[in-house]
T-cell receptor, first 116, second 111 residues
Framework: GAVVSQHPSRVICKSGTSVKIECRSLDFQATTMFWYRQFPKQSLMLMATSNEGSKATYEQGVEKDKFLINHASLTLSTLTVTSAHPEDSSFYIC????????????FGAGTRLSVL | TQLLEQSPQFLSIQEGENLTVYCNSSSVFSSLQWYRQEPGEGPVLLVTVVTGGEVKKLKRLTFQFGDARKDSSLHITAAQPGDTGLYLCAGGQDSNYQLIWGAGTKLIIKP
């Protein structure tokens, strides 16, 4: 299957700082990528759809000014958590669907964000 | 709003037992995918089913897509401790890449 790389895998930061998470498709181009948030023992919650060369589409209740998404190339999307607070602590996961494989999404390994 | 109901949400059984996880919806999906996720990692795709009535086998795991493409099941035969994890079903549609996710099944296989 296709490979999606997500970095960093874990980050600890102070309240008020910004954190950038990168998601790269290593062996395919992705015009669309997805960003999810996952709480302990729960399923994935879609935060936003990242679109190459255009604005991201945010799900209801997700603050676009809080979670900045940039998809500047066909292999890279970034999620920046701005002015992070303890309630932003969570597991963030990105995914990308290779265009030739329909709805199948390949996932990054996730980023554990802890805001102190 | 499309929903995909997954059950059970939690299952703890002894090694060697069989189990089935279900995903049901009132909506029709173009595909149904099953993922397995371990703590601290991203979900890993197990299988995709696209045809109504389709059955796929992956060693001791059997996946079935309902005839109407509204439901799916995952059956594990002779479960092993290595099968422990969070199992997620997700329904896909032709119109876009987005997936509709089940709530997940936390499976624990005790040795």
């Amino acid at each position: 299957g296709a490979v999606v790389s997500q970095h960093p895998s874990r980050v600890i930061c102070k309240s008020g700082t910004s954190v950038k998470i990168e998601c790269r498709s290593l062996d395919f181009q992705a015009t669309t990528m997805f960003w999810y948030r996952q709480f302990p023992k729960q399923s994935l919650m879609l935060m936003a759809t990242s679109n190459e060369g255009s604005k991201a589409t945010y799900e209801q209740g997700v603050e676009k000014d809080k979670f900045l998404i940039n998809h500047a190339s066909l292999t890279l999307s970034t999620l920046t958590v701005t002015s992070a607070h303890p309630e932003d602590s969570s597991f963030y996961i990105c995914s990308a669907p290779p265009s030739q494989e329909g709805n199948i999404q390949y996932f990054g390994a996730g980023t554990r964000l802890s805001v102190l | 709003t499309q929903l995909l109901e997954q059950s059970p949400q939690f299952l703890s059984i002894q090694e060697g037992e069989n189990l089935t996880v279900y995903c049901n919806s009132s909506s029709v999906f173009s595909s149904l995918q099953w993922y397995r996720q371990e703590p601290g990692e991203g979900p890993v795709l197990l299988v995709t089913v696209v045809t109504g009535g389709e059955v796929k086998k992956l060693k001791r795991l059997t996946f079935q897509f309902g005839d109407a493409r509204k439901d799916s099941s995952l059956h594990i035969t002779a479960a092993q401790p290595g099968d422990t994890g969070l199992y997620l079903c997700a329904g896909g549609q032709d119109s876009n890449y987005q997936l509709i996710w089940g709530a997940g099944t936390k499976l624990i296989i005790k040795p």
